[in-house]
C-alpha cells in the first residue's frame, strides 16, 4: 500500500503520537560524567574545555554530591599528576597513597552509591607522555606496560573503585587484569575496556588537561591506539576483550565513529559506551559561545545520536547540564 493511504507524516502531526513512536530516549541514566582531580587547592580552568576545571579533592566532592543529585550514575576520574611525580616507569600510577587513589577513597566514602571508574593508563604518569613503558627507541613496549597497568588496575581495586577502564590499547591487558582482579580477591570489580580507542586528532584538549600534551611532544600514539580508518579491526578488537574478560566496552571519539558503534552493538549486545571526547566539546562549545548554535537543544541532539546508534551511555563533559535539562523537560 502507498500514498495517499501511506502517510507517515500523520504520526508526526502532534506531540503525543511522536512521543508515542519515539524510539531511543535520552535520560540522566546514560551519561558518565569525566572529571579531572588535581593537588592544588580549589579549581583550575582548562582553556581550551570552556566549563570544564581541575578540581581538588574537596572540589570533586561538591562536583560529586551535583552528579548524585542529579541521578548521574558514575563519575569517570582522570589524574592531573605533578610533574615531579611523572618517570620513565610511572610507578607513581600505583601508589596507594597518591592523589588518584585518594580521590577514589574520598568519593566512595562520601558518596558510596555513586559509581566511580577508574583510567588505567600510564601516560599521566609518564614522562614521555605515552601510554606504557617505552625502550631506547621510544617505542613501547607492550608486555612491560600490561605488568604495569596489572599493578595500576589493583591499585584501584584496593582504593574502591568499582569500575576500571584500561584505555591504553595493549595487546592482553584485559585478561591480565581480570587475572588480577580475581586472584586478589576482587571479583566484583567492573571491567570498562576501551576496546576501540582510536589514533584520534579530537583528544588535544584532554591532554591539555591532564598535562600530557607537552611531555609528548610531536610524538603520536599510533603503534597502539587504532586507524581511523578501521571498522572491522574494531570487531576485532572487542571480541578479544570480551573473551579475556571485559564487562562493557567502549568506543573512542563519539561521535566521528558512531559507525562503528553500531557495529559493535548490533555485533555483540554487549554494554556499549562511546566518549564524546574534549575535541568534540571543543567544537560544540565554541559554536555556542559565537551564538551560530543553540547549546542545549544541540547538547541534547548530539547526545540521543550516540543513543540511536546504539550506546548504553556516553562519557560527556555536558553531563551536567544535560540530566539538568533532560529533567526539566519530563
Given at each position: 500500500?502507498?500514498?495517499?493511504?501511506?502517510?507517515?507524516?500523520?504520526?508526526?502531526?502532534?506531540?503525543?503520537?511522536?512521543?508515542?513512536?519515539?524510539?531511543?530516549?535520552?535520560?540522566?541514566?546514560?551519561?558518565?560524567?569525566?572529571?579531572?582531580?588535581?593537588?592544588?587547592?580549589?579549581?583550575?580552568?582548562?582553556?581550551?574545555?570552556?566549563?570544564?576545571?581541575?578540581?581538588?579533592?574537596?572540589?570533586?566532592?561538591?562536583?560529586?554530591?551535583?552528579?548524585?543529585?542529579?541521578?548521574?550514575?558514575?563519575?569517570?576520574?582522570?589524574?592531573?599528576?605533578?610533574?615531579?611525580?611523572?618517570?620513565?616507569?610511572?610507578?607513581?600510577?600505583?601508589?596507594?597513597?597518591?592523589?588518584?587513589?585518594?580521590?577514589?577513597?574520598?568519593?566512595?566514602?562520601?558518596?558510596?552509591?555513586?559509581?566511580?571508574?577508574?583510567?588505567?593508563?600510564?601516560?599521566?604518569?609518564?614522562?614521555?607522555?605515552?601510554?606504557?613503558?617505552?625502550?631506547?627507541?621510544?617505542?613501547?613496549?607492550?608486555?612491560?606496560?600490561?605488568?604495569?597497568?596489572?599493578q595500576?588496575?589493583?591499585?584501584?581495586?584496593?582504593?574502591?573503585?568499582?569500575?576500571?577502564a584500561?584505555?591504553?590499547?595493549?595487546?592482553?591487558?584485559?585478561?591480565?587484569?581480570?587475572?588480577?582482579?580475581?586472584?586478589?580477591?576482587?571479583?566484583?570489580?567492573?571491567?570498562?575496556?576501551?576496546?576501540?580507542?582510536?589514533?584520534?586528532?579530537?583528544?588535544?584538549?584532554?591532554?591539555?588537561?591532564v598535562?600530557?600534551?607537552?611531555?609528548?611532544?610531536?610524538?603520536?600514539?599510533?603503534?597502539?591506539?587504532?586507524?581511523?580508518?578501521?571498522?572491522?579491526?574494531?570487531?576485532?578488537?572487542?571480541?578479544?576483550?570480551l573473551?579475556?574478560?571485559?564487562?562493557?566496552?567502549?568506543?573512542?571519539?563519539?561521535?566521528?565513529?558512531?559507525d562503528?558503534?553500531?557495529?559493535?552493538?548490533?555485533?555483540?549486545?554487549?554494554?556499549t559506551?562511546?566518549?564524546?571526547?574534549?575535541?568534540?566539546?571543543?567544537?560544540?562549545?565554541?559554536?555556542?559561545?559565537?551564538?551560530?548554535?543553540?547549546?542545549?537543544?544541540?547538547?541534547?541532539?548530539?547526545l540521543?545520536?550516540?543513543?540511536?546508534?546504539?550506546?548504553?551511555?556516553?562519557?560527556?563533559?555536558?553531563?551536567?547540564?544535560?540530566?539538568?535539562?533532560?529533567?526539566?523537560?519530563?
Amino acid at each position: 500500500m502507498t500514498y495517499p493511504y501511506v502517510r507517515p507524516r500523520r504520526m508526526r502531526r502532534d506531540d503525543f503520537s511522536r512521543r508515542l513512536m519515539r524510539e531511543s530516549v535520552l535520560t540522566a541514566d546514560d551519561l558518565i560524567y569525566p572529571v579531572f582531580v588535581h593537588e592544588p587547592a580549589g579549581r583550575a580552568a582548562v582553556p581550551s574545555m570552556p566549563g570544564v576545571e581541575r578540581l581538588s579533592i574537596d572540589e570533586l566532592l561538591r562536583v560529586a554530591e551535583t552528579a548524585s543529585e542529579l541521578r548521574i550514575p558514575a563519575l569517570a576520574l582522570f589524574p592531573v599528576t605533578a610533574p615531579e611525580a611523572k618517570s620513565l616507569d610511572a610507578v607513581a600510577a600505583w601508589d596507594d597513597d597518591g592523589l588518584y587513589q585518594r580521590a577514589v577513597r574520598a568519593l566512595k566514602s562520601r558518596f558510596p552509591e555513586l559509581g566511580v571508574i577508574t583510567d588505567v593508563a600510564l601516560d599521566p604518569y609518564t614522562s614521555h607522555g605515552q601510554d606504557g613503558i617505552v625502550d631506547d627507541a621510544g617505542y613501547v613496549i607492550n608486555d612491560t606496560t600490561v605488568d604495569a597497568l596489572v599493578q595500576q588496575a589493583l591499585s584501584h581495586a584496593r582504593a574502591g573503585a568499582d569500575v576500571v577502564a584500561p584505555s591504553d590499547m595493549m595487546d592482553g591487558r584485559i585478561g591480565a587484569i581480570r587475572a588480577a582482579l580475581e586472584q586478589d580477591g576482587f571479583i566484583h570489580t567492573r571491567i570498562l575496556a576501551y576496546a576501540a580507542k582510536y589514533a584520534s586528532s579530537f583528544y588535544g584538549p584532554f591532554r591539555d588537561a591532564v598535562g600530557s600534551a607537552s611531555a609528548l611532544g610531536k610524538a603520536d600514539k599510533r603503534t597502539y591506539q587504532m586507524d581511523p580508518g578501521n571498522s572491522d579491526e574494531a570487531l576485532r578488537e572487542v571480541a578479544l576483550d570480551l573473551e579475556e574478560g571485559a564487562d562493557m566496552v567502549m568506543v573512542k571519539p563519539g561521535m566521528p565513529y558512531l559507525d562503528v558503534v553500531r557495529r559493535v552493538k548490533d555485533e555483540f549486545g554487549v554494554p556499549t559506551y562511546a566518549y564524546q571526547v574534549s575535541g568534540e566539546y571543543a567544537m560544540l562549545k565554541a559554536a555556542f559561545a559565537n551564538g551560530w548554535l543553540d547549546e542545549r537543544k544541540c547538547v541534547l541532539e548530539a547526545l540521543l545520536g550516540f543513543k540511536r546508534a546504539g550506546a548504553d551511555g556516553v562519557l560527556t563533559y555536558f553531563a551536567l547540564d544535560a540530566a539538568r535539562w533532560v529533567k526539566e523537560r519530563a
